[in-house]
């Protein structure tokens, strides 16, 4: 079982940065796959980035890449998002998500995933 927490959302301009944290309790947190993911109003959760266990890949989606760095501090039991140069666009509530037994390919699908936290807003401004 774990438990994820995510913070670091809250209201920027347009070309700011934020740094979202996802903060896990549980055993062999170094193992699972830890994704981003978000959902605006009205549309269906989209997938952001993610990381694997173990190998460390990384992915993330067209429409952030470039502008979004993911990490993990397997000592802190956390997976951080760098998000720079941020767009209207990008407001949504960002969820972080654990996966087991993935492997070092990165999943995409939110199906793929066993645990979600409760969400951090982001509200990008103009």
């Known amino acids: 079982q774990v438990q994820l927490s995510e913070s670091g959302g809250g209201l920027v301009q347009a070309g700011d940065s934020l740094r979202l944290s996802c903060a896990a309790s549980?055993?062999?947190?170094?193992?699972?796959?830890i994704g981003w993911f978000r959902q605006a109003p009205g549309k269906e959760r989209e997938f952001v980035a993610a990381?694997?266990?173990?190998?460390?890949?990384?992915d993330s989606a067209n429409s952030v890449k470039g502008r979004v760095t993911i990490s993990r501090d397997d000592a802190k039991n956390t997976v951080y998002l760098q998000m720079n140069s941020l767009k209207p666009e990008d407001t949504a509530v960002y969820y972080c998500?654990?996966?087991?037994?993935?492997?070092?390919?990165?999943?995409?699908?939110?199906?793929?995933?066993?645990?979600w936290g409760q969400g951090t807003q982001v509200n990008v401004s103009s």
């Open positions: 998500a654990a996966g087991r037994g993935l492997g070092p390919v990165v999943r995409r699908a939110n199906r793929e995933y066993d645990y």
């Open positions: 549980g055993r062999a947190f170094s193992s699972y796959t």
């Open positions: 990381i694997s266990g173990s190998a460390g890949s990384t």
